[in-house]
Nanobody, 120 residues
């Protein structure tokens, strides 16, 4: 099994910044794509940003120029720096990791989510 843990959410004022972190541990041979998604109550989960094992990044249009995704392939960790936050960024943010296990099984794993609230 693979465990995925997120941290770093919280309350921040509009225009402020936060850093979200995600770590994957357990039965891991290699980690392929890592990504952040977000979801508001009653809405579908949407991709925020993703990063490949080689470091290629992809951002949703609504965060381009404001959020920065990065990863550490040795530690199997990923970060998302959220800058210039807006009220509309208020959501639960989820970490997703695509893992090849030691028994050569590829599977996506999700964290429990971390709340980001942008408010005065």
């Amino acid at each position: 099994q693979v465990q995925v843990m997120e941290s770093g959410g919280g309350l921040v004022q509009p225009g402020g910044s936060l850093r979200l972190s995600c770590s994957a541990s357990g039965n891991i041979f290699t980690v392929y794509e890592m990504a952040w998604y977000r979801q508001a109550p009653g809405k579908q989960r949407e991709l925020v940003a993703s990063i490949s094992a080689k470091g290629s990044t992809n951002y949703a249009d609504f965060v381009k120029g404001r959020f920065v995704i990065s990863r550490d392939n040795v530690m199997n960790t990923m970060s998302l720096k959220l800058n210039t936050l807006k009220h509309a960024d208020t959501d639960v943010y989820f970490c997703m990791v695509n893992v090849m296990s030691r028994i050569l099984e590829e599977k996506e794993y999700w964290g429990q989510g971390t709340q980001v609230t942008v408010s005065t």
